[in-house]
């Protein structure tokens, strides 16, 4: 139902639509780029930070469609990627889709099995129901109370920590089948393509400068970024 690839800078029109123009979906994260011009900025600083090997940035596209519509993070937190947090945000439109639990079986994978993570760790606001109930449904354990964790404005929010071990998401992937059913979805799915095309196509957001004229705009998903923002 969806693919992952690194993210795009033709990708900022519809992260703006979906993602950065959304209270529902901006109220539990951090400020997220709040142009499409601070998105190129964000592109270009996460596409840096890959090169330098300090975080991954996959864009969420759904089959249907050729741009995200959300994203997944990883950066790492210990030297090699032995520790590594993700964060994650995906557009109203595919809520209950099934498309967060696709796409977060992709990103966990990649982590344990090819860049040698061994324990994974986010982030959730602790009133975003939401976005806890999805790291419990893949298998992650809540481990602490962050108390004053992420400032958003003036205001200084908790978070609870979770962590999902390597040991434990393959034994919950050697017992995992097939959690959702294509064709069930079909539908839910379809609609939720035709709904972000048309706010994509209405939206009209502003244009941008260049590319290669957008300051760097550092961004992670779940608390201000601690790497090198340079």
Partial sequence: MVSLREIAFDDAPSLYVLVSSDPQVTAHISPPPPSVQALHGF?????RQRAEGK????????????????????RKLQPGFSIAEWGFVLGSSFWGTGIFEEAAVLVA?????????????????????????ALNKVGAKGEAVLRDALKRGTVLQ????????????????AAMGSRFSPEALEKQ????????????????????????????????ISNDPSIDQK
């Fill in 43 to 47: 592109t270009s600083w996460a596409h």
């Fill in 189 to 220: 799915i379809g609609d939720a393509i035709a709904d972000a095309r048309q706010r994509i196509a209405s939206a009209a957001p502003p244009a941008a400068s260049a590319q290669a004229d957008a300051a760097m705009h550092p961004f992670f």
């Fill in 158 to 173: 908790p978070q609870y920590l979770w962590a999902l071990r390597s040991i434990d998401w393959h034994e919950r992937r």
């Fill in 109 to 133: 994978d990649f982590a344990f099995e090819t860049l040698g993570v061994h324990r994974l760790e986010a982030r959730a606001v602790t009133t975003n129901a939401r976005g806890n109930a």
């Fill in 55 to 74: 975080l991954l940035c996959y864009a969420v596209v759904p089959q249907g469609l050729q741009h995200a519509v959300g994203l997944f993070q990883i």
